[in-house]
């Protein structure tokens, strides 16, 4: 399932110079980080901003995201939201490089954070061969 990309909203003009107006990739478009070190989290909300974006760090009731920003499957927070929303999109942050170089919302489906990443498995009782 596709989302729609947020819509473009006007960010910067200089009417008396005739530039066209500047428009952010992240214009209208609220985000949820978790599952990253504090400092990740403060860069990328940073970026997020920047770009007109809105940052979330928890999930709120009366507040859902548009995009679950995360680095581990094993985050409660990504567990919470994907438990009581599961069509909300969950990506890395390379989604968010990839918006930003490109200056437009990208595809997120290449960028989707995969049931397992950041957890680690041991796998024990098998016999040898």
């Known amino acids: 399932m596709t989302r729609p990309s947020a819509p473009a909203s006007h960010i910067d003009s200089d009417t008396t110079t005739g530039n066209t107006p500047q428009y952010a990739c992240f214009d209208s478009t ?35 995201p548009h995009m679950v920003i995360c680095g581990t499957a094993a985050d409660a927070t990504y567990k919470e939201i994907r438990k009581a929303h599961h069509t909300i999109p969950a990506v890395t942050l390379g989604w968010v490089e990839a918006c930003i170089k490109s200056k437009k919302q ?24």
């Open 106 to 129: 990208v595809d997120y489906r290449p960028y989707q954070l995969k049931p397992l990443t950041g957890i680690n498995a041991c796998i024990t009782n098998f016999d040898s061969v």
């Open 30 to 64: 609220v985000v949820l980080i978790c599952g990253y070190p504090a400092d990740v989290t403060q860069q990328l909300a940073k970026q997020v901003e920047a770009q007109g974006g809105r940052v979330m760090t928890r999930q709120h009731p009366r507040a859902l």
